[in-house]
């Protein structure tokens, strides 16, 4: 069993929200990955700054960001980490990428997962490799 917790840090319900816990354990299941837990948490743009600024040293909101933890445990299950998203971001990315604002929040979060598991696109080739199973994991969630 995987558990996936996602909030929104202004304390929203949403149906967005529960979108991205469905995509999330669908890419989990596809991966063949049990037992693990993840929490993401939708941001103000403001606050995605500064994490960006203290963790990257970059003075500007980011998309998404992705906190691993190493060898931590909530009994059974092995605690992957942290996504976090920015919601101006996502938004502003949606509407200049010309798709629906959800598929932009499930796009990060599978791609935060993905950071969280160990991917990473600093080289071609790896990018290559990260944005192919990406794309795989959205399209066999959508599928669902």
Do not use: C, W
């Amino acid at each position: 069993m995987n558990v996936i917790t996602v909030k929104d840090a202004a304390g929203y319900k949403t149906l967005r929200l529960i979108l991205i816990q469905k995509t999330l354990k669908s890419a989990l299941k596809k991966m063949r990955i049990d037992n693990v837990h993840v929490d993401v948490t939708l941001i103000n743009d403001a606050e995605m700054k500064k994490l960006n600024r203290v963790y990257r040293g970059k003075n500007k909101p980011t998309d998404v960001l992705s906190f691993g933890q190493k060898d931590m445990k909530i009994g059974k299950l092995r605690v992957l980490g942290d996504i976090i998203i920015a919601k101006e971001t996502t938004a502003k990315q949606a509407k200049k990428m010309n798709h629906p604002i959800n598929d932009e929040y499930t796009m990060l979060a599978v791609h935060g997962l993905l950071h969280l598991l160990g991917y990473d696109h600093e080289r071609k080739k790896d990018e290559l490799v990260m944005f192919a199973l990406q794309r795989k994991l959205l399209d066999y969630a959508r599928a669902k």
